[in-house]
């Protein structure tokens, strides 16, 4: 199954860049002998649009056109429900047996993430009941996306 995170906002010349890619590295690695061959990141510009809702809206439809058809679509939203480590991991596993061939995680610009025209996605996920930074939850959900692996794999990097 090839995850996908799709994300408004560079992360190029900021703090959490390098910390996300260090850790899509590092699952990307882990994953091909797993069966999730590849764990991409892919970036949009944050919209241009001085309207708020149309921003989000504008953003909302650039994110939908990189979703690969048919891909199971996960929302990063502070409104979502949370999950364990261990619930994320058993997910993941779950998906990839089930034969999904595309898993997108979609995380919003700063003003947040409106509905994707023509895409439903099976969940919202939270990483508590905070509003974090859109890049501070592109690294966190790379880790956590590593962590997962750790788990499926019996590997020692997830202690909990």
């Known amino acids: 199954m090839r995850l996908h995170i799709l994300a408004v906002g560079f992360g190029r010349g900021t703090l959490e860049g390098p910390l996300s890619e260090d850790y899509v590295g590092r699952a ?6 797993m069966g999730f061959p590849a764990i991409v990141c892919e970036e949009i510009a944050v919209s241009k649009e001085r309207d708020v809702r149309k921003r989000m809206a504008d953003e909302a439809l650039r994110l939908a056109k990189r979703v690969p058809d048919g891909a ?3 929302l990063l939203d502070a409104k979502g429900k949370g999950m364990t480590s261990e619930d994320f991991a058993d997910m993941l596993g ?7 061939k595309d898993l997108a995680f979609i995380i919003g610009g700063p003003d947040g993430l409106a509905a994707l025209p023509g895409k439903r996605a099976g969940r919202s996920l939270a990483f508590g009941p905070q509003t974090w930074p859109h890049l501070l939850v592109r690294a966190m959900l790379s880790e956590q996306i590593y962590r997962a692996l750790t788990i499926l794999a019996g590997h020692p990097y997830h202690r909990g």
């Open 94 to 100: 779950a998906l990839r047996d089930a034969g999904t």
């Open 28 to 33: 990307a690695q882990l994953g091909k002998r």
């Open 72 to 74: 199971h679509i996960i």
